[in-house]
C-alpha cells in the first residue's frame, strides 16, 4: 500500500521561507494535500496539489511536485509566528480507505 | 449546522466501560472515518465508510466498532475501553474515496 513520509521537526526563523517535505511511494496517486493542524484543533486543508502539476502558488504557499521522485514540497514564505503548527502530507494512493497521511512535521518558529 | 461536529469534546473514562463517540456533517459526503491520533504515531485510521450502509476496517481497528445508517452520522463504539485507547480521535468526511477530507474537532478520550 502507500505510504508517506515527512520528517518530524523543522525550525525556522521568523520572516524566513519555510520548506516542509514529503515522500510516497505509490505513482497513481491522482491528488496530494497539505494540512495544517494547530494545537488542540483537528485538520485543516491549507492546499492541494493534481498530480499532472508540477507546481501551485497561493498567496504564502508554493507546492512542488516531483512526480518522478514521488516528492511533494510545501514553501511557505515569510515565516509568521502564525504558522507554528503540525503539517500533514497525505496522498490519494490505492485503497479502500481514500488518503494516506505522512505522521506530520511540527513546524516550529524562532524569533 | 455546518461542516462535522463531533461529541463529546472530551471525556474521562473506566476501563471496561463502554463509549460511543458521535460524529455528525451536514454536507452531504459520501465518505467518512475515524482516526486516532498519538504522539508520533500521526494519525492512525481506525475504520470508514465509502457510502451509507457500508463499513471498512483501516489500520488499527481492533477495539471499535462502527455504523453508518444514515449519510450523516458515524458513530464510533468502545465496547469495553482499555487504557491503550486514550487518545484524541478525529472524524472526517470527503466527498468520496480519495477526494480531500474535512476533519471534525476532536474527541479527547482518556480511560483510565
Known amino acids: 500500500g502507500e505510504d508517506v513520509e515527512q520528517s518530524l521537526f523543522l525550525s525556522v526563523r521568523e520572516g524566513d521561507s519555510s520548506v516542509i517535505n514529503c515522500t510516497y511511494t505509490?505513482?497513481?496517486?491522482?491528488?496530494l494535500y497539505w494540512y495544517k493542524q494547530e494545537p488542540g484543533a483537528g485538520l485543516q486543508l491549507l492546499t492541494y496539489?493534481?498530480?499532472?502539476?508540477d507546481m501551485k502558488q497561493d498567496q504564502r504557499l508554493t507546492v512542488l511536485l516531483n512526480k518522478k521522485d514521488k516528492h511533494l514540497s510545501l514553501r511557505i514564505a515569510d515565516t509568521q509566528t502564525g504558522d507554528s503548527a503540525i503539517y500533514f502530507c497525505?496522498?490519494?494512493?490505492?485503497?479502500?480507505?481514500?488518503?494516506?497521511f505522512g505522521k506530520g512535521t511540527h513546524l516550529i518558529i524562532q524569533p | 449546522i455546518a461542516g462535522i461536529t463531533q461529541a463529546p469534546t472530551s471525556q474521562i473514562l473506566a476501563a471496561g466501560r463502554r463509549m460511543t463517540l458521535r460524529c455528525t456533517q451536514d454536507?452531504?459526503?459520501?465518505?467518512m472515518y475515524w482516526y486516532r491520533q498519538d504522539l508520533g504515531l500521526g494519525l492512525r485510521l481506525i475504520h470508514y465508510?465509502?457510502?451509507?450502509?457500508?463499513?471498512g476496517k483501516g489500520e488499527v481497528p481492533d477495539g471499535y466498532s462502527v455504523s453508518r445508517a444514515n449519510t450523516d452520522d458515524f458513530p464510533l463504539t468502545l465496547a469495553s475501553a482499555v487504557p491503550s485507547q486514550t487518545s484524541v480521535y478525529f472524524c472526517?468526511?470527503?466527498?468520496?474515496?480519495?477526494?480531500?477530507?474535512?476533519f471534525g474537532p476532536g474527541t479527547r478520550l482518556t480511560v483510565l
Open positions: 472526517a468526511s470527503s466527498p468520496a474515496r480519495g477526494n480531500e477530507q474535512f
Open positions: 505509490d505513482s497513481s496517486s491522482t491528488y
Open positions: 496539489i493534481f498530480s499532472n502539476m
Open positions: 497525505a496522498a490519494s494512493g490505492g485503497g479502500a480507505d481514500g488518503l494516506t
Open positions: 454536507m452531504r459526503h459520501n465518505a
Open positions: 465508510s465509502n457510502t451509507a450502509g457500508t463499513t
